[in-house]
Nanobody, 120 residues
Framework: QVQLVESGGGLVQPGGSLRLSCAASGTIFRINDMGWYRQAPGKQRELVATVTIGINTNYADSVKGRFTISRDNAKNTVWLQMNSLKPEDTAVYYC??????????????WGQGTQVTVSS
């Protein structure tokens, strides 16, 4: 079994910064892509950013230039640095990862979510 544990959410004023962390633990052979998604009240969950095992990144247009995703393969950890935060960034942020527990066992896992609130 694999667990993803997020941390780093909170309340921040517009223009401020937060850094989210997500650590994977359990039976891990390899982690392919890792990413962050978010869900605002009344809206569908949407992709924020992803990073492959080869450190290729992809961002939603709404966060390009403000958010940076990074990972440490040795620590099975992914971060999301969020700068110039806007009220519309308010949401629950979820970590996601595609994890191989062996050469043939693979699953996609979600963290429990961490609340980010941008408000003055």
């Amino acid at each position: 079994q694999v667990q993803l544990v997020e941390s780093g959410g909170g309340l921040v004023q517009p223009g401020g910064s937060l850094r989210l962390s997500c650590a994977a633990s359990g039976t891990i052979f390899r982690i392919n892509d890792m990413g962050w998604y978010r869900q605002a009240p009344g809206k569908q969950r949407e992709l924020v950013a992803t990073v492959t095992i080869g450190i290729n990144t992809n961002y939603a247009d709404s966060v390009k230039g403000r958010f940076t995703i990074s990972r440490d393969n040795a620590k099975n950890t992914v971060w999301l640095q969020m700068n110039s935060l806007k009220p519309e960034d308010t949401a629950v942020y979820y970590c996601n990862a595609e994890v191989y527990s062996s050469w043939v066992e693979v699953g996609r896992y979600w963290g429990q979510g961490t609340q980010v609130t941008v408000s003055s």
